[in-house]
């Protein structure tokens, strides 16, 4: 079988090729593309790549696919793309890429992403990166992630997702983050997490944050946190709480803390409390203290005390007064005349005569006839 129409493909031009009929390629084979010389495939066109047999694929090379019209790659097929050596992919662009039927790119492989030109990231779209079979992502790096259109993203997978290598995820900015299916966070990790620019956060949202596995929590940093929309902290789990590192934690604000469901704070621990910054307390409220356990409040500081809201003290209870530090205490303010109470290693001490002043539950019970303090 050959090409019909040409003799030698050595001595091809494009000129020849343009003249060809579509379906004189029907019988071409790799040794013909192999021989060919690269110019002469500007003379290619989307019918003609449609009738090529997809083994023909296999004598392309980086200079011959650079060398095609990008309309040519209206033709190409998952078997053709299959039978590409990878190293043709090497000359694609991303007007070549956006030609290109996004079932076509069923074919693609680990090694062929990964000799990918990341400008021809440009021309992917959201079903070209649905149509990927996952392992392709495994050739995927920093620089083709950040060239991808932001809506490339909304064809991504958890299995995609968990494919990646986490050094790709470099390239990862917010509205890529945002144009996420959610379920694609399924697949994250760790690492995938620690290699993300904090920026990228900001396109973070509940349901994606819900979605992802608690251990992908234990790549997160202060940075990240704090780059974080407020309304993403909806879907934080305790578990995930739990598995993020106690820095981490040198992010929040009042705002993220407010949007937290109760329930998150279940896997806060006390290094974690104590790594906050003092205004973050001022978003919590008494749904999300009576869900803490008594140890986290180890690691709650005067600050952090003086910043909290009144009525956060209601979900308060004896053992996670216990577990406080003593120094907590040491800004209440008393409220009956005469009193200048203060808070020691020893107790909390009244020091108006005749007063034996205790702390109970968040109210100050004084203990000498004639004295009823708030």
């Known amino acids: 079988m050959a090409i019909v129409g040409i003799n030698n493909t050595a001595d091809a031009t494009a000129a020849d090729v343009a003249a060809l009929p579509a379906d004189a390629m029907a019988g071409a084979t790799a040794a013909d ?4 010389p690269a110019d002469a495939m500007s003379g290619m066109s989307a019918d003609m790549m449609a009738a090529m047999p997809p083994d023909a694929m296999g004598g392309m090379s980086a200079d011959m696919i650079a060398a095609m019209p990008p309309a040519a790659m209206e033709g190409m097929s998952a078997d053709m793309m299959a039978a590409m050596p990878p190293d043709a992919i090497g000359g694609m662009d991303a007007g ?9 790119m069923e074919g693609m492989s680990p090694d062929m992403m990964a000799a990918m030109p990341p400008e021809a990231m440009e021309g992917m779209s959201p079903d070209m990166m649905a149509a990927m079979p996952p392992t392709a992502m495994e050739g995927m790096d920093a620089g083709m992630m950040a060239a991808m259109p932001p809506a490339a993203m ?8 968990a494919a990646m290598p986490p050094t790709a995820m470099e390239g990862m900015d917010a509205g890529m983050m945002a144009a996420m299916p959610p379920t694609a966070m399924e697949g994250m990790g760790p690492d995938m997490m620690a290699a993300m620019p904090p920026d990228a956060m900001g396109g973070m949202d509940a349901d994606m944050m819900a979605a992802m596995p608690p251990d992908a929590m234990g790549g997160m940093d202060a940075d990240m946190m704090a780059a974080m929309p407020p309304d993403a902290m909806g879907g934080m789990g ?13 992010g929040m604000d009042a705002d993220m803390m407010a949007a937290m469901p109760p329930t998150a704070m ?5 290094d974690m409390m104590a790594a906050m910054p003092p205004d ?24 952090m005390m003086a910043a909290m809201p009144p009525d956060a003290m209601s979900g308060m209870d004896a053992d996670m007064m216990a577990a406080m530090p003593p120094d907590c205490m040491e800004r209440h303010e008393p409220r009956h005349d005469g009193c200048n109470a203060s808070r020691s290693n020893a107790g909390y001490g009244c020091r108006y005569d005749g007063c034996n002043a205790t702390r109970l539950h968040g109210r100050h019970e004084p203990r000498h006839d ?3 303090a708030p």
């Open 33 to 36: 593309f192999a021989n060919m």
């Open 96 to 104: 070549m890429m956006a030609a290109m039927p996004p079932e076509a």
């Open 154 to 161: 909304e064809g991504m997978g958890p299995d995609m997702m």
């Open 238 to 250: 305790p578990d995930m709480m739990a598995a993020m590192p106690p820095d981490a934690m040198g």
């Open 266 to 270: 279940e896997g806060m621990g006390p």
């Open 280 to 303: 973050a307390m001022s978003g919590m409220d008494a749904d999300m203290m009576a869900a803490m356990p008594p140890e986290a409040m180890e690691g709650m500081g005067p600050d």
């Open 370 to 372: 004639g004295r009823n």
